[in-house]
């Protein structure tokens, strides 16, 4: 392989990386259950969640709650410079968003879930899905009143 090539892929790594494409992950876990947290609801990420759920509880799950979390903000500024016919115009934007994950709090099957796996305190739902008993979906499914 060709340095500009394998400087290619180190920057096309860098840039997934950078982006925050990483799959699902446990937040906490423990023997009364736990948190898995995802980019989004999105099929993709809820299969690799319910695999990761599978491999860690053959015996089965149930899900206490799940739901959209906020856990940071990002902020963006942007500056746009341009020559007129008496000087120049500066404009400048600056734009804070919501950084949220998709999160899921769940406990094996024949576990009593307590207040703290059933509740994440400090964190704030943005939209809410009070999941069933069982296995996730294959598919997302849509929030009511949304």
Same mark, same amino acid.
């Given at each position: ?11 096309? &790594?860098?840039? &997934? ?18 948190? &898995? ?56 934007? /600056?734009?804070?968003?919501?950084? /949220? !994950? ?14 703290? /796996? ?17 296995? &996730?979906?294959? !598919? ?7």
């Amino acid at each position: 392989m060709s340095v500009v090539r394998s400087a290619r892929a180190v920057v096309v &790594l860098a840039l &997934l990386g950078a982006c925050g494409c990483a799959g699902p992950r446990f937040v906490s876990i423990g023997p009364e259950g736990g948190t &898995l947290a995802m980019p989004s609801n999105a099929s993709y990420y809820r299969r690799q969640a319910v695999q990761m759920l599978d491999e860690k509880y053959p015996s089965g799950w149930e899900i206490d709650h799940e739901g959209e979390v906020v856990v940071g903000q990002v902020t963006t500024s942007d500056t746009d410079a341009r020559d007129v016919r008496y000087g120049r115009v500066v404009e400048r934007r /600056t734009e804070t968003s919501d950084k /949220t !994950e998709w999160q899921i709090t769940f406990h094996p099957k024949g576990v009593v879930p307590t207040t703290q /796996t059933t509740q994440a305190p400090t964190l704030k739902p943005v939209v809410q899905q009070v999941g069933g008993i069982g296995a &996730l979906p294959k !598919e997302p499914v849509p929030v009511p009143g949304q």
